[in-house]
């Protein structure tokens, strides 16, 4: 068998794993998906033998990439190669972190992520919507929702709007916005053009701000955009989306509803909601349900929604743990 520098990873992967053993092989197996699996046991299937020395590089490199990786998750790409070029080098160092940003596709503004959002939004609230939208790409979703939520009302739409129609960003544009904001990965962006945002990256925003935010945005959508408007609406759930649950997963979701947050739901819902619910509880508690509605007065909409964005938590929460299906 050729050396460690010649093999491809699929190789290096078969040589690790017969080096491992049987035992611990399976437990990686666990973590793979079946395509992979697949490959994998063909490579292994195909190697007839491995030499010591073969079978040393390889698990050397294996454990200086974890090393890598560990460096990279506390401390971000410039703490793990200022680390790794003491410990192996700087010409090392440069080619394990290569290999890692090449195949984990370390994405760029790793160091915002670590950031507090509040401190972020301070950071960033007075830039161009675009580079508002480009950043979020990057963050997770808490991180973007609670930056979307404090944005102003009037820039909520247009950063939602940009992050869901973006498709490619330039590496050079990437580079450019990560100067600004002083990233330590600016050296390191992988020249691939990298796909970012897109109506799944806004949908998983909206889906964690609060319910007040989500309509104001979908709204502003729905006149300026009314085919994204359409498309992310599509793949998000809302309250009234209750009526797309079978009678079962109904009565499985109002076991974990508070009675007053229910109330105070379909008190700002529409009729065809109201009848779903009421038929999936018992006599007794729709009457009480009903006269909790009728004696608490006119409710105000923030607590409507609130009350509503509760329940799709529960909701979203089941659907995640595969307890009830959404049609």
């Known amino acids: 068998m050729a050396g460690s520098s010649e093999l491809s990873g699929l190789q290096k992967a078969a040589v690790l794993l017969i080096a491992l053993g049987p035992e611990k092989s399976s437990h990686i197996f666990k973590h793979l998906k079946e395509d992979e699996i697949e490959e994998l046991t063909l490579e292994i299937a195909n190697t007839r033998s491995v030499t010591p020395q073969l079978k040393e590089d390889v698990i050397q490199e294996f454990y200086q990439l974890c090393l890598a990786q560990q460096y990279i998750a506390e401390g971000g790409i410039g703490y793990a190669k200022e680390l790794l ?145 359409d498309e992310i609406r599509k793949k998000m759930f809302v309250f009234e989306d209750i009526l797309l649950l079978d009678d079962r997963a109904i009565q499985r979701v109002l076991r974990d509803v508070e009675n007053n947050d229910l109330a105070i739901a379909l008190k700002g819902s529409n009729e065809e909601v109201q009848n779903a619910i009421f038929s999936n509880l018992s006599k007794r508690l729709a009457v009480m349900i009903k006269e909790d509605m009728e004696f608490m007065g006119p409710v105000r909409m923030k607590d409507v929604e609130e009350a509503q964005q509760k329940i799709v938590n529960i909701i979203r929460k089941l659907e995640d743990s595969a307890e009830i299906v959404i049609s």
Do not use: C, W
């Open 85 to 229: 070029e003491k410990a192996l080098g700087e010409e090392k160092a440069r080619d394990v972190i290569g290999k890692l940003t090449a195949s984990l596709q370390v994405k760029p503004f790793e160091f915002v992520r670590k950031t507090d959002a509040s401190q972020l939004l301070n950071f960033i609230q007075d830039e161009h919507p675009q580079t508002i939208a480009l950043i979020m790409s990057y963050l997770s979703s808490a991180q973007s929702s609670m930056i979307l939520s404090a944005l102003p009302p009037e820039r909520q739409a247009d950063v939602a709007k940009r992050i869901a129609m973006m498709d490619r960003t330039s590496p050079d544009v990437i580079k450019e916005v990560e100067k600004v904001l002083e990233s330590k990965l600016a050296s390191l962006v992988n020249q691939d053009y990298t796909i970012i945002g897109g109506v799944d990256a806004v949908v998983e925003i909206l889906n964690s701000v609060d319910r007040g935010t989500e309509k104001h945005i979908m709204e502003t959508l729905e006149i300026e955009e009314p085919e994204l408007a």
